[in-house]
């Protein structure tokens, strides 16, 4: 019989369940913690500089891993600056388990100092959150929370651990559970044959179909049956922000993204189709534009593993509940066995029409013969990468910019904020899969607006050595917020310039790293191979972009998916 | 329409202020809302009342249904089934109201069951829709308090909500 204190239980615990690294800032009510910590070293701490900078660390590791990410922090403010970091991973179902310190349990609810309800607080954020009751509990508790963390359709999770359940001289047995099991949580393992079964008639008798993939093929791991049945029936394919790279960009049968900068042929071809499958993505109202005129000709087929998601906003035809690599499997099989054949003449000419429609538009922008386009960076450094490069980004122009022009032929490296938008999140993203992943490129491509809300992590990254590359397209401006301010309220650019912007070459070298100005047109590709040369530098990459640029395609407010304006003067 | 959901949770701490702020959370609508312990001491009982269109209570039922702490539910207006609220009423009695209240009371299956010289207590079962006409019948300038426990429901026949 092992006897342990709860403080050891908890990173025994961790250690257990295969944790390599956790996020976190120290305090009072997670000293016990903290102690225990040092005493060991098969988990790594990294300690960052804000807590919403743990989780978002936490988060991009889960995303570039597909394993849960780890956090821990103290109670109180520790635990209350983590909120916008798990309200970001909830909105995108990452798995992550946050470990908050809690006032020790006799004095809950007296309004002691640092107490927050953090289980209150976190509620509507998380998949689920647990506190712990009696340190014996602690090996279970923490189990339960990477299980649920991580299974089914994936979340967040919080642990409320009150300060005495970690008391160091009070010793108790340490048993690790093998399984979890919950009478009340039980994910759906496989999906209804004979729903599936309908999905491939479907499917095969369609004249106009498309594939809308989303993030739910990237976090359930099957890019492979995906681009397996998709290059089987020779379908068009688009995916959502989110879904960016579960199907190759290069291959010809990818349209691109859709939704409001979605690509012209996307959208197009979506208000167009007489039958959707959508494959782990929620109809979000990002990608339909207005419900109510949401492709009026098209079936919907619909597979997730979480069935809230299922007719939530656009109604299914036919529901599949179930993991998605499991339910492309079974549609495979099918297919490949199935005695009908995609109508062949149908299909061509549907593929005729969606030709046309690429070349219509096909992502073209104007170019200058002096400024920088901001869409010009970004396929230069695709270009440089060879599109093989972890892209981390923030929330503004340069992310839809980055997801237009770079093109990911893999899942889990386009890492963004998808759902909830949080700018601040691109930095510390990058550094959680640079810490796993130290022999790739990882860019984080950034705004001067977004940069600033976690600029504080460049300290870290020199604790830490994380060399990322940070690609700040500097538009001086808030970007996006002005677009819109130039589309909807006659250029009136309430707050949404960038004024006193600091010199963020000087900066970057006050924390020890190196910084690059890049102004003229002639140097950029030169200056982007020089930085991406500098292997164990981080290097702080300032580029002076067109100022007035905006971001093209973009849906018309309460249209169809298919009004678009193309740019600034075209409207279809 | 008006639908009456039963839930079987799990009973433990803050497993129904999940259920509470899901329904805040996602403007979702509670118009009555019991639970209490069942025969089962780790299981609870939880009856919401609540309306909203097919597509409404669909998402419901759904997002009930993802909470870690739901074991099972149930939309008892799906089927047959009977609901029961129980109402304690004070009301005004003096002179000839006496009387008129207590032929009420017994016209409603009620029961007085607290008396002084000027108040009557009535307690009285039934659906939601009888314990409004009782107050309807009475007149509610006679009414000083009105004390409702919410519906709770089961389903008629053979079938039975349990793990
Ligand atoms: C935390 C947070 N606050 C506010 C916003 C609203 N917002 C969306 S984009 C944007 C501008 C971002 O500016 P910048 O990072 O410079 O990017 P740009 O659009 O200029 O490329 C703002 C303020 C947000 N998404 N997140
Ligand atoms: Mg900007």
């Known amino acids: 019989m092992e006897l342990l204190s709860g403080a050891d239980m908890l990173i025994r615990s961790l250690q257990d369940e295969g944790i390599e690294y956790i996020y976190g800032y120290p305090g009072g009510a997670a000293l016990h913690i ?20 743990a989780v978002h660390m936490a988060d991009g590791y889960a995303r570039a891993t597909g394993k849960p990410g780890t956090v821990l922090v103290t109670s109180g403010p520790g635990a209350t600056n983590t909120i916008t970091g798990i309200a970001t991973a909830f909105m995108d179902s990452i798995p992550m388990v946050v470990l908050c ?10 309004d002691a100092f640092q107490e927050t309800d953090m289980i209150g607080v976190s509620r509507p954020v998380v998949k689920h959150n647990l506190s712990v009751r009696h340190p014996e509990e602690i090996p279970e508790v923490i189990r339960k929370a990477y299980y649920i963390a991580s299974t089914g359709r994936p979340g967040p999770v919080v642990v409320d651990i009150p300060k005495d359940m970690t008391t160091p001289n009070e010793r108790y047995e340490y048993v690790f559970p093998k399984k979890i099991k919950l009478r009340s949580y039980n994910p759906a393992i496989r999906g209804h044959a004979g729903q599936i079964k309908k999905a491939v008639d479907m499917l095969l008798a369609a004249k106009r179909p498309i594939i809308y993939a989303g993030g739910g093929v990237i976090l359930g791991k099957a ?19 989110m879904g960016i790279g579960c199907y190759p960009a290069s291959d010809k049968q990818h349209l691109g993204w859709l939704g409001m900068h979605g690509t012209y042929e996307s959208n197009m071809a979506m208000h167009h189709s007489d039958l959707i499958l959508c494959v782990g ?24 593993i979480d069935p809230a998601s299922i007719s939530k906003t656009i109604d299914a035809d036919v529901p599949i509940v179930g993991p998605v690599d499991a339910v492309l499997k079974e549609m495979i099989t099918l297919v490949r066995e199935s005695k009908e054949k995609p109508d ?54 340069h992310q839809m910019f980055a997801a237009q022009y770079y093109k990911f032929d893999k899942p889990n490296r386009w890492i963004n904020s998808g759902g909830l938008g949080t700018m601040g999140f691109g930095f510390p993203a990058a550094m959680g899969v640079k810490l796993t992943h130290p022999d790739d490129e ?48 006659e250029s009136r650019h309430s707050q949404s310039y960038m004024e006193s912007l600091p010199d963020f070459i000087k900066l970057a070298e006050a924390y020890g790293h190196v910084g690059v100005r890049i102004d003229r047109k002639e140097d950029l590709e030169t200056k982007l191979k020089e930085v991406l040369a500098m ?32 740019s600034k003067t075209e409207r279809v | 329409m008006r639908r009456i959901i039963s839930v079987l949770l799990e009973n433990e701490p803050g497993a129904l202020s999940r259920v509470v702020g899901l329904f805040s959370q ?17 299981l609870s009982r939880l009856t919401v009342t609540t309306t909203g269109s097919d597509k409404v209570i669909e998402q419901i039922t759904k997002q009930l249904n993802k909470l870690i702490e739901v074991v099972k539910l149930v939309d008892l207006t799906e089927g047959s089934h009977i609901e029961r609220e129980l109402m304690l009423v004070k009301l005004k009695a003096t002179g000839s109201q006496r009387a008129e209240i207590k032929r009420t009371v017994d016209i409603f299956r009620g029961q007085i069951v607290d008396v002084t010289s000027s108040v009557y207590t009535v307690q009285l079962a039934g659906d939601s829709e009888k314990l409004d006409g009782f107050i309807q019948a009475v007149g509610t300038s006679g009414v000083l308090e009105v004390v409702r426990t919410g519906v709770s429901g089961i389903a008629r026949g053979e079938k039975v909500l349990s793990l």
């Open chain 1, 344 to 397: 062949a003449d149908a299909i061509a000419s549907w593929w005729k029409q969606i030709e046309e429609w690429r070349a219509f538009h096909g992502m073209r922008y104007e170019t200058s013969a002096d400024t920088i386009k901001p869409q010009e960076v970004i396929e230069t450094l695709c270009r440089l990468t060879k599109g093989e490069a972890f892209v981390t980004s923030d929330v503004g122009q």
């Open chain 1, 281 to 304: 993505a929620r109809f979000d109202d990002r990608v339909t534009n207005a419900t109510e005129k949401f492709c009026p000709g098209a079936r919907i087929v619909h597979i997730d």
């Open chain 1, 223 to 241: 890019s492979g049956q995906l681009t397996e049945l998709v290059r089987m029936l020779g379908y068009p394919i688009t995916n959502t922000l």
């Open chain 1, 535 to 566: 292997k164990d530098e981080l290097v702080f990459v300032d580029i002076y972009v067109d100022r007035f640029e905006h971001v093209y395609p973009m849906q018309v407010a309460r249209g169809s998916m298919k009004d678009m304006w193309l």
């Open chain 2, 26 to 42: 996602r403007n979702y609508n509670i118009e009555t809302l019991t639970v209490a312990p069942t025969e089962d001491e780790t």
């Open chain 1, 34 to 53: 903290y102690d225990a910590l040092f005493r060991q070293d098969n988990v790594k701490h990294i300690l960052v500089r804000h807590e919403q900078a």
């Open chain 1, 101 to 110: 310190g809690q006032v020790a349990s006799t004095l809950i609810g007296e």
């Open chain 1, 442 to 489: 990882v860019l984080c491509i950034t705004g001067e607006g977004s940069i600033q809300m976690n600029i504080q992590e460049l300290s870290t990254c020199k604790q830490y050595n994380l060399p990322v590359k940070i690609i700040n397209l500097n538009n001086q401006a808030l970007g996006m917020v002005k677009q819109w301010q130039d589309m909807n309220y």
